[in-house]
């Protein structure tokens, strides 16, 4: 009990601190909210977002320097049109949803880290998220009406087809973020009705891409309609000319190089097919030699153990006979053991042969 009435007493002073920084009464809120239209308060420490309900016709409401870390509330201002939340503590979007006719939404210098929340909300122009804590762009879908968008001062390193639906985009300033491809500039190419692109604002740190010597001629040529190029005037036609110039003889000067390249690259490739052949030629004429001489080998192997398995069927007559006749067994015992280490060179011959090839095969890989 007691802690309620703590709490409605502190909501008490603030809706008396709103009324006082705005020149109102307190006393008189009821009849004076109503007719309130603009709101705001600047470094007073104003805790959190309160007694919007007395003030149901508000269209702005300017918080600036405050300790807010989530916004609330608002469900009592559908008619707000404008609204400033900035350099507070905010860590999320979100509580605007009964908001559908905000067309001004200011939440810089803030801690947000996502886009979100803003479906609903078709009807904003304006968004500053400039000095936040966001990496993507995204929930920027159904915003179709959106003429100018500020994320600079973020983490965005990549732009991608994000702002497709965002055709009416005319101001975007995208400073102070780490982009370096010129890739990611080239998708803004798809806005019609951009004008005002910043990259390279002061206030901010360059981003990378910005380092390079041909970005703003490239940003020109794929965007011409571009009135100003990071607070530059770059309205006149003899800049996009002197723009699309520089590109076309960029163009034409790196056609030259690849084809130069294209050229000195194929004739490397003639040379290292030529060195290959000659590289190769060796292996594989060792190869044929060693197989040819493999195949007359292993003919002849082939005639001698023939011969050794005649010899062996009359030796098995022989000594069928052995009773008719005397046979000089010393003299056959001999010729069989002639042939047999014959025999046993033909194999190692043939297995010196195969290692060779063996050999020359592993060399004729290397070269493949």
């Not at 703003?216 to 009135?227: F, G, R």
Request: aromatic share 8%; net charge negative; proline share 3%.
């Amino acid at each position: 009990m007691i802690q309620s009435d703590n709490q409605n007493q502190n909501r008490e002073e603030i809706i008396k601190e709103l009324c006082t920084c705005n020149g109102l009464y307190y006393e008189k809120i009821d009849q004076e909210g109503p007719e309130t239209s603009t709101l705001e308060m600047f470094f007073s420490g104003y805790p959190k977002i309160v007694g919007m309900s007395f003030f149901p016709n508000l269209t702005t409401l300017t918080l600036v320097g405050q300790s807010i870390h989530k916004i609330s509330d608002l469900e009592y201002c559908p008619l707000l049109k404008n609204l400033w939340i900035a350099e507070c503590c905010l860590t999320k979007i979100d509580g605007l949803q009964y908001c559908t006719n905000l067309e001004k939404l200011y939440l810089y210098y803030n801690e947000i880290s996502t886009i979100e929340n803003l479906e609903a909300l078709t009807k904003l122009e304006v968004i500053w998220l400039n000095n936040n804590q966001i990496k993507v762009i995204q929930g920027l879908h159904t915003l179709q009406n959106l003429k100018e968008l500020n994320l600079a001062g973020n983490l965005i390193n990549k732009i991608g087809t994000c702002f497709d639906p965002n055709e009416k985009l005319e101001r975007l300033n995208l400073s102070g973020n780490r982009i370096r491809s010129f890739k990611e500039l080239t998708n803004l190419a798809s806005l019609p009705h951009l004008k005002d692109l910043s990259l390279n604002d002061p206030q901010y740190d360059p981003n990378p891409i910005c380092l390079l010597c041909n970005y703003a001629t490239h940003v020109l040529y794929h965007m011409p309609q571009l009135q100003r190029l990071d607070t530059y005037d770059v309205s006149e036609k003899q800049i996009k000319v002197l723009a699309e110039a520089t590109v076309m003889k960029k163009i034409m000067y790196y056609n030259m190089r690849v084809k130069s390249v294209h050229r000195q690259l194929n004739e490397e490739l003639e040379k290292l097919k030529e060195r290959k052949w000659k590289l190769q030629k060796l292996p594989e004429d060792r190869i044929k030699l060693f197989s040819c001489n493999m195949k007359h080998l292993e003919r002849e192997l082939a005639l001698l153990q023939t011969s050794r398995q005649i010899q062996s069927n009359k030796s098995i007559k022989n000594k069928m006979l052995e009773m008719e006749k005397s046979i000089d067994d010393s003299e056959n015992a001999d010729e069989v053991s002639e042939e047999s280490n014959l025999e046993r060179k033909f194999f190692m011959k043939l297995d010196a042969m195969r290692e060779r090839i063996t050999f020359w095969n592993r060399k004729l890989d290397e070269y493949v």
